[in-house]
């Protein structure tokens, strides 16, 4: 890279830092007039949560039939098969669940988010609506951003479940650990604050994805190949920043 | 008569009677002047067309007029306001005395026709869902698509979608309607109802009308006054038939549409023959 490419991106970086910072501003400016039209947040959950919600169940199951045989196979190895339960609820609900449901939903909602945004904005919709003297941040902006971060934490606990009732099938219907144990060692083991834990990361996913989603549509060049490009950065930052912030959020919750 | 010259012997109607008025814009993007001294008066219940080549800043000058844009040097102003110096809440506020059909219609494309119709009442208004049915039914007759009130835009051809445009932006019967490029792309059938429409919302309802376009001959059948654009400033200006007998080489040009005159068909190049038999570069 060159000396002079260099000063160039870092100004690039820190203006498109400063433009996400006025947009993060402006939009929880408009989220409490928002607030007073929950029909349109409604509909956004809907968007958001119920149309990812078959490939959250699918995702969920099959990970948790994953943890369920590498759970056993690992615990069978020291002769504690009976924690099994222990093992996959707490991989499901501190990491697993939050994490794998903020990945998914960058790549379904995100993604969906922003190309609708992105398509108002090239068709001219934002600034129709804006002539309409009706302003697109409350009107578009916030209520999707109000219903993802609503979205984000029910289908991790939708993950978690079915996830948790996925590990059950393999380690308890295959593999033949003890029904009775897989589920009381669990209980015995999982606690209020690993429960927290693994909602309050759900919580900072669903604020973070949904404000990118919803500020790459805004910004986006109102082009074909500027809604693409912003789709593709959507799932890009967005899944970078949810390993990141995940690793910074389970070193304060140890 | 030269442009200028027209401008100085134009009739001036009292100042409290424009609607709009823009005196002496300055505006640039990127360092690219797109106006440098624009002035133009919109009369109230007038049709006025802004006319001028692709590219010379005439939906920015809609921009502009709607608070969307601030010019960077001079003045607009609407009902007497200065656009400039108002609050965001006071330039909706204005907004909301204006209409503005857009080129491609600008529909909502998740809701229906009736809805993108209702879309502004629902917005601005508590009226009960009785009364919209009635005004959107009725916006709807008017611009001849009341059976067509519960599709969606995607099964709209252009011209239906710019006349549900039109029948929404008439829908808070506003004061002053703005319409940017609204013959484009128009089979002769929808052109000559989209012309009708815009004489009849002038005459029936009062409305003032700005018209940006470059379709000189449409223009001409409703216009009641012209400007046109050249260089980001007034080049002429008058009735159709006062622009028809300019004998400024710019708006015999336009009004002719010839490629030779002081409007370059050709963007900047070097010469053909050279390039042609020149290395492979560009």
New interface residues.
């Given amino acids: 890279m060159s000396s002079r490419a260099r000063p160039s991106m870092i100004l690039e970086g820190l203006r498109k830092a400063g433009v996400t910072g006025i947009f993060l501003g402006r939009l929880l400016l408009a989220c409490g007039p928002a607030l007073a039209r929950p029909g349109l947040i409604v509909a956004q959950i809907f968007n958001a949560g119920g149309r990812s919600l078959i490939i959250i169940m699918l995702s969920g199951l099959f990970t948790g039939m994953v943890l369920g045989l590498q759970g056993y196979d690992l615990l069978h190895r020291f002769g504690s098969e009976e924690a099994l339960g222990t093992a996959a609820a707490l991989g499901l609900l501190k990491e697993l669940g939050p994490v794998l449901t903020a990945l998914l939903f960058a790549g379904r909602a995100g993604t969906a988010l922003t190309s609708e945004i992105g398509?108002?904005k090239a068709?001219?919709?934002l600034?129709?609506?804006?002539?309409?003297?009706?302003?697109p941040m409350r009107?578009v902006a916030a209520p999707r951003f109000i219903g993802g971060l609503i979205a984000m934490p029910l289908l991790a606990a939708v993950f978690n479940v079915i996830g948790l009732f996925g590990a059950q099938l393999v380690g308890v219907q295959l593999m033949g650990v003890d029904r009775g144990t897989f589920w009381s060692q669990m209980q015995g083991a999982v606690g209020m604050r690993d429960v927290t834990e693994g909602i309050v990361k759900s919580l900072v996913f669903g604020a973070v994805l949904s404000l990118i989603a919803v500020n790459e549509g805004y910004q986006a060049e109102p082009t074909a190949e500027g809604v693409g490009l912003a789709t593709t950065r959507t799932v890009v930052v967005s899944s970078v920043l949810t390993l990141l912030l995940d690793y910074v959020m389970t070193a304060v919750f140890l | 008569m030269s442009g200028a010259a027209f401008l100085q012997e134009a009739p001036c109607a009292p100042a409290d009677d424009a609607v709009v008025e823009v005196r002496d814009a300055h505006y640039a993007i990127d360092g690219r002047p797109i106006f440098a001294g624009l002035d133009i008066r919109v009369p109230r219940g007038l049709i006025t067309a802004v006319m001028g080549p692709s590219g010379t800043g005439k939906t920015t000058l809609l921009r502009l007029i709607t608070g969307q844009l601030f010019a960077d040097r001079g003045q607009v102003s609407v009902f007497g306001r200065d656009v400039g110096s108002l609050s965001s809440a006071e330039i909706y506020a204005v907004r909301k005395r204006m209409g503005m059909l857009f080129q491609n219609g600008a529909l909502l494309t998740d809701i229906d026709v009736f809805e993108n119709v209702a879309f502004p009442v629902r917005e601005h208004t508590n009226l009960p869902e009785s009364v919209i049915r009635k005004l959107v039914l009725t916006k709807l007759e008017a611009v001849g698509l009341r059976g067509a009130a519960r599709l969606m835009p995607a099964e709209l051809s252009g011209g239906m979608a710019r006349r549900v445009a039109l029948a929404r932006a008439i829908v808070m019967d506003p004061e002053v309607l703005l319409y940017d490029e609204p013959f484009v792309g128009l089979d002769p059938i929808s052109l000559g109802v989209i012309l009708r429409l815009i004489k009849q919302m002038n005459q029936a309802l009062g409305i003032t009308s700005i018209v940006v376009s470059h379709d000189v001959q449409e223009l001409a059948t409703i216009a009641d006054r012209s400007y046109l654009l050249s260089g980001g400033r007034v080049v002429a200006s008058g009735t159709p038939q006062e622009l028809a007998r300019s004998d400024s080489e710019t708006v015999h040009q336009f009004m002719t549409g010839s490629a030779e005159g002081p409007v370059r068909f050709h963007y900047p190049a070097p010469d053909y023959a050279s390039q042609l038999l020149g290395a492979e570069e560009g």
């Avoid at chain 1, 600034?127 to 302003?135: R, S």
Wanted: aromatic letters at 6%; hydrophobic letters at 55%.
């Fill in positions: 398509l108002m068709t001219d919709q600034t129709a609506m804006e002539v309409m003297a009706v302003d009107y």
